[in-house]
């Protein structure tokens, strides 16, 4: 079965502090894995797309790698800010691009990150 | 460019009426998606569609949830009737064709069934 579990479930931290969250996978074929980043009261933002062929991808303090072998993602987070308080989002993509499909899309639950003064 | 755009932001409705949810795709993405979220469930895809033409509705929970696309510039999510267990946050999200590509997401609706 296709699935995807994130932890921890939820995390308090103090800002300035370097924070990483995990992100384990079942899932095939492989595609694609997203982070997401949602604001409470807001819709998904993403911020890294990486495919089966990148091991990490940076955008600004947020860096995701990804282990293909292991089925494993992580968005580490460095020199938290207050900003930073947010759900994140771990999303598998389970199908090639063909036809133009989006395919399969399986979602974590999210990691609930609270960063505070 | 004003990103997704969804309305209402929020909807409460009584139980058994129908409820329409609407969205506005980014200019120039020939890719809709509608998801629900909840606290328990997280995010699911209902639908999505390409070039207007549905793809996928296997997520559509059951048939009192349909979704139309009649232009590229336009889609509504329809609830009929509408039970309380529907109570969710329902997203759209626009993207290119390609399943690598960035999806944006509105603002979501928020919808109460009572």
């Known amino acids: 079965k296709n699935q995807v579990e994130q932890s921890p479930q939820s995390l308090i931290i103090l800002e300035g502090k370097n924070c990483t969250l995990q992100c384990n996978y079942t899932v095939s074929p492989f595609s694609n894995l997203r982070w997401y980043k949602q604001d409470t009261g807001r819709g998904p933002v993403s911020l890294t797309i990486?495919?089966?062929?990148?091991n990490t991808k940076s955008n600004g303090r947020y860096t995701a790698t990804l282990d293909a072998d292991t089925k494993q993602s992580s968005l580490h987070i460095t020199a938290s800010q207050l900003s930073d308080s947010a759900s994140y989002i771990c999303v598998v993509s389970a199908s090639r691009n063909y036809g133009g499909s989006q395919g399969n899309l399986i979602f974590g639950k999210g990691t609930k990150l609270s960063v505070k003064p | 460019d004003a990103g997704v755009i969804q309305s209402p932001r929020h909807e409460v409705t009584e139980m058994g009426q129908e409820v329409t949810l609407r969205c506005k795709p980014i200019s120039g993405h020939n890719s809709l998606f509608w998801y629900r979220q909840t606290m328990m469930r997280g995010l699911e895809l209902l639908i999505y569609f390409n070039n207007n033409v549905p793809i996928d509705d296997s997520g559509m929970p059951e048939d009192r949830f349909s979704a139309k696309m009649p232009n590229a510039s336009f889609s509504t999510l329809k609830i009929q009737p509408s039970e309380p267990r529907d109570s969710a946050v329902y997203f759209c999200a626009s993207s290119l064709v390609a399943s690598y590509n960035e999806q944006f997401f509105g603002p979501g609706t928020r919808l109460t069934v009572l």
């Open positions: 990486m495919t089966f062929s990148e």
